[in-house]
């Protein structure tokens, strides 16, 4: 029975893998952006982290997990003699990537970190059962990848702490490696790891040979990450230069993170924000199961003496020391936690867990943000169908060149477009993200060329909106009695599985008004902007 559950939610994993949801910008500029301008030649903007003077992401561990999987496919097309790989085929490529890697490697990790063999059949189905698993790590983040490092960062403490005959040296090298990519990774991975990693002590005490293999191996990993993370900031710069001014992206990560005056440019939380609102986002009734486990003031529930919930817990209670808390910042909390606590059979338990992984998974998994994707990947073709081409006077046609104005949606991924020299065009995207209605009624009135411009001499005549169909503010100009502007959005294209969640105004509307705007007129449509009076 258990194993056609796990199978099929196996295939459910499969489905939101391929499910075009966008979660957080961060899984796209973190990421794919970073890469797709260098190994494939398509459009890419990276984000401050990235540009700024001291800059404070690494690419140490995203190079293998986005980087290598590009140049893969892009010799597999280089063989195939078509070119380079469509955005399509990378961006399912990589969402293949990640979910093989949780398949693999996370499962792997919840059977290993399982000490009772009649309890791993029950941790493993329950962990693939729950939305995180389904949706976050299918997703390119890095708080996906740290979940991977810090639950093997678990299985090799326990490899190496029941060794009592032996060094476990492979074990201590191989902890060294993830402790670097950890770090490196996000500077939050020690605080899941550091109260589980006193349990080395002893061996390192009975075994030196142990600690100096760790210690030896993790400034050697320590040093090529400096390497490689100097030498993208500055191509130029040589491997002795790496060493004489190396680019410390941790400590750069460090100091930005431990000013309030910079997390709150990102917002800032209450303290209790991890464990009172965000880990019942991600565990809704198995937290609850947990909670009332506590009501035998005479014992210490089991599952709080595991080595899985003592990373979890001492790494949220870290974590909420600084201000700015998200959700995403939990998620290698939920496989250690689900897989050290005992769920009982209860009917009750069985059907809200499924309601409640069901229903989120559907919102973040589908309907989050999920025609960013879709529209971003369609845009090159809109613009074609829609523009007609004109030829000069020596019989060529023209390049195409087009404004993209998106409008209360996440950032759309530049690297999305691709490249697109042969079918000469020139798309600019600009991003206004969440401005009032009257600052996006001005953009369009800038964007948009009056009729006494000659169209042979504006080369941004073209301008096309993205927003969603939830943004009332845009119907003056789809109903032209509605407004007397002489601007005009004519509907283009529709994507109708995508929620606007950053679009809820319940203090103003209220609830039910609200719902039906942002669930009711879901989907993101494009127009293109005209002119209604010109002749």
């Known amino acids: 029975m258990w194993r056609r559950t796990y199978l099929l939610l196996l295939l459910v994993r499969v489905y939101f893998a391929l499910s075009p949801s966008y979660l957080h910008p961060d899984e796209n500029f973190q990421g794919p952006e970073v890469f797709a301008g260098r190994t494939l030649s398509y459009p890419s903007r990276l984000p401050w982290e990235f540009t700024s003077n001291n800059p404070i992401r690494s690419v140490f561990p995203l190079w293998p997990v986005y980087n290598l999987p590009m140049n893969l496919l892009k010799w597999f097309y280089a063989e195939l003699e078509t070119g380079n790989p469509s955005p399509p085929a990378v961006y399912y490529f990589l969402r293949g990537v990640m979910f093989f890697l949780s398949f693999v490697l996370e499962d792997w990790a919840v059977y290993e970190l399982v000490p009772f063999p009649r309890h791993r059949r029950a941790a493993v189905v329950l962990v693939a059962s729950s939305y995180v698993t389904w949706t976050y790590q299918t997703h390119t983040f890095s708080n996906s990848i740290e979940t991977l490092l810090v639950a093997w960062g678990l299985v090799l403490i326990r490899r190496i702490v029941e060794q009592k005959r032996r060094s476990s040296i492979f074990s201590c090298v191989m902890l060294s490696l993830i402790a670097v990519a950890g770090v490196f990774n996000r500077i939050t991975f020690p605080a899941f790891l550091l109260i589980p990693g006193l349990q080395l002590l002893p061996h390192f005490w009975r075994r030196p040979i142990s600690l100096l293999v760790f210690a030896v191996f993790g400034i050697f990993f320590c040093g090529i990450a400096i390497i490689v993370d100097t030498r993208f900031y500055h191509p130029s710069a040589s491997v002795w230069d790496a060493l004489h001014a190396p680019v410390v992206t941790p400590l750069n990560n460090l100091r930005y993170n431990t000013n309030t005056s910079n997390l709150a440019l990102h917002g800032l939380h209450p303290h209790y924000q991890h464990f009172l609102v965000n880990l019942p986002q991600l565990l809704g009734p198995a937290l609850v199961a947990m909670v009332l486990s506590f009501w035998n003031p005479s014992a210490i529930p089991s599952w709080l003496k595991t080595t899985q919930a003592v990373s979890a817990l001492s790494g949220t209670a870290m974590l909420s020391i600084f201000p700015h808390q998200e959700p995403r910042f939990l998620i290698p909390c939920v496989p250690l936690l689900l897989s050290c606590f005992r769920m009982r059979k209860s009917r009750v338990f069985l059907t809200s867990w499924i309601i409640f992984n069901a229903a989120l998974g559907f919102l973040m998994g589908v309907y989050h943000q999920g025609g960013v994707v879709p529209v971003q990947l369609a845009i090159p073709s809109i613009i074609s169908a829609n523009v007609p081409k004109q030829e000069d006077v020596s019989g060529k046609q023209p390049g195409i060149s087009a404004t993209v104005l ?130």
């Open 406 to 535: 998106w409008w209360k949606t996440y950032s759309p991924p530049l690297w999305l477009l691709g490249n697109n020299t042969s079918s000469q065009l020139d798309i600019e995207t600009r991003d206004l993200m969440g401005i009032s209605g009257p600052e996006m009624a001005r953009e369009l009135e800038s964007a948009v060329p009056s009729c006494t411009v000659k169209p042979a001499s504006d080369t941004s005549k073209h301008v096309f909106v993205v927003a969603p169909n939830s943004a009332t503010f845009l119907d003056r100009y789809t109903s032209p009695s509605a407004d007397p502007s002489d601007l005009e959005l004519h509907e283009l294209w529709s994507y109708r599985k995508h929620i606007n969640l950053d679009d809820l105004d319940i203090g103003d509307d209220g609830l039910i008004p609200t719902l039906r705007r942002v669930v009711g007129r879901r989907g993101l449509n494009v127009w293109i902007a005209r002119r209604a009076r010109c002749p």
